[in-house]
């Protein structure tokens, strides 16, 4: 075959540019984050009624709190008399919540509790904090800023379907989070994360551990899953094997069934064209961690520190002259389906 021929039937990627260019990262964030469901956290965090925590997401500040009603409401956290920021701690528990600027206060579902500068709380469409919407499943609370999103099983009816079989994640409660600011766009980490050719060389104890020769990447509708079995004699028992998901667009899950069934996720938020916020978190039964659980957070910790240096150095290629674009590789087609729901959304960007 021809230097011509192989050429044309090389599969490419997403441009480089829309890695690191502004104007494609300010549109991602109206054409995707702001009309899909995103992951914002979970029920654990809100157990009592006046519990509550912030979330940003596209540069949108947020508010989930559990009112007197017992139920979970998501609005923005900005005050409607001038625009300020309302509450600034990330979590806690209150009776009101209450804007530091002009004492404005509101009710835990974001109504307008009291304007000390007005002689009534009748002032329209400003008479409370502006709404969110929100779903919750399996102890996920999800949010969509999209006013007239549609219901979430719409588009993730196949995803919610997998997921019932797991009935225990009902019961777990979000343990341990840590944060780490990745300088990659956001679009890299989902990537990296959607193909393992990489895992031999850069991921050696997670090769070790799963059997490489029989992994496997099935690509659903919104959702990818990743599985294989663990390698063990042949004549050991398993348990039913862990899944990895990816849900559109930036969202991560991983489930270990067994005994001590428990969870991670991974909201990989953007933050600029070369830099995102990932969030990973930790779901068990009990906060109190068994030796068992802690190795499990070791192992997982280890395979992503070692995916940020990966990430960051792809980064620095898109920014060269080098190439304008990549090539799929046959093995890398669950990247290939991300980059086809990206670009229906981006339409002509």
Not at 31 to 46: D, E, P, R
Not at 159 to 178: A, G, H, N
Not at 199 to 216: G, L, R
Request: charged residues 30%; negative net charge; proline residues 4%.
């Amino acid at each position: 075959m021809s230097q011509a021929e192989t050429e044309h039937s090389l599969e490419y990627t997403l441009p480089y540019n829309r890695y690191v260019d502004s104007v494609v990262f300010a549109e991602e964030k109206k054409k995707i984050f702001y009309n899909s469901w995103v992951l914002a956290g979970h029920t654990s965090q809100v157990e009592n009624v006046g519990d509550f925590f912030t979330f940003d997401i596209a540069d949108q500040p947020l508010i989930i709190s559990k009112d007197k009603n017992n139920e979970i409401n998501a609005f923005y956290n900005i005050c409607p008399h001038r625009g300020s920021k309302v509450e600034k701690s990330a979590s806690g528990n209150k009776r009101v919540f209450m804007c530091q600027y002009h004492g404005w206060t509101f009710q835990l579902d974001g109504k307008l509790n009291k304007a000390p500068n007005f002689p009534s709380n009748e002032l329209g469409k400003h008479s409370c904090m502006t709404k969110v919407s929100l779903e919750i499943f399996k102890g996920m609370i999800f949010i969509n800023l999209n006013p007239d999103a549609k219901p979430m099983a719409e588009s993730y009816g196949e995803l919610m379907e997998s997921l019932e079989k797991y009935t225990f994640l009902d019961s777990l409660k979000k343990i341990r989070v840590t944060e780490r600011v990745i300088d990659a766009n956001w679009k890299a980490i989902v990537d990296n994360y959607l193909e393992c050719d990489h895992c031999k060389i850069a991921h050696p104890e997670f090769s070790k551990t799963f059997d490489m020769k029989n992994y496997h990447i099935d690509l659903h509708d919104n959702f990818s899953c990743q599985y294989s079995k663990m390698t063990k004699k042949a004549d050991e028992e398993q348990e039913e094997h862990a899944n990895f998901y990816w849900v559109w667009p930036n969202l991560m899950i991983s489930i270990y069934p067994g005994e001590d069934g428990n969870m991670t996720t991974s909201q990989i938020l953007p933050l600029a064209p070369d830099k995102s916020l990932a969030i990973y978190s930790y779901y068990f039964k009990d906060e109190h961690i068994t030796e068992e659980q802690e190795e499990l957070i070791r192992f997982v910790d280890q395979v992503r520190e070692e995916d940020f240096g990966l990430v960051e150095y792809l980064q620095e290629g898109f920014n060269t002259k080098a190439f304008d674009r990549g090539v799929y590789s046959p093995k890398e087609y669950a990247i290939k389906y991300f980059h086809e729901r990206y670009r229906e959304e981006m339409k002509d960007v």
